[in-house]
């Protein structure tokens, strides 16, 4: 009898040790997206959504999107941007960077979240240059 228990304790004792994640619900971590975190120049995908959804930079400013979500997404110019531009797929863990030169408004989406448009709605944001 005491084999049998060592042995269920040891076995609980190994899911314990496997099963578990701190990462917010919806946000970066498992996967091994290992998450992101905002910045000046840096937009986050977690979860389904960009963070800041919105971001303010100066002409001539490189702005990085890293995927710090478990999915792929990508990030696309929306119909009618005066700059174009498309990512293609951004994995999980991995990064796409933009210059924007001149002074407007950037909108732009995940093709595999959000909806095109100008402009775009569900996983989309904006990039104001100043």
Do not use: R
């Amino acid at each position: 009898m005491p084999l049998k228990l060592a042995g269920f304790a040891a076995g609980l004792m190994f899911l314990a040790a496997c099963g578990s994640s701190t990462a917010p619900a919806g946000g970066g971590g498992g996967g091994g997206g290992g998450g992101c975190t905002p910045t000046a120049t840096q937009v986050c995908m977690v979860g389904l959504s960009f963070s800041p959804s919105a971001l303010t930079v100066s002409a001539g400013t490189s702005v990085t999107w890293e995927n710090g979500s478990n999915t792929t997404h990508t990030v696309t110019s929306a119909t009618g941007s005066t700059l174009v531009y498309d990512s293609g797929n951004v994995p999980v863990g991995s990064a796409f960077s933009q210059t924007f030169s001149t002074p407007g408004t950037y909108h732009y989406y995940c093709k595999i979240h959000g909806i095109n448009g100008n402009p775009p709605s569900g996983m989309a944001g904006t990039i104001t240059v100043q």
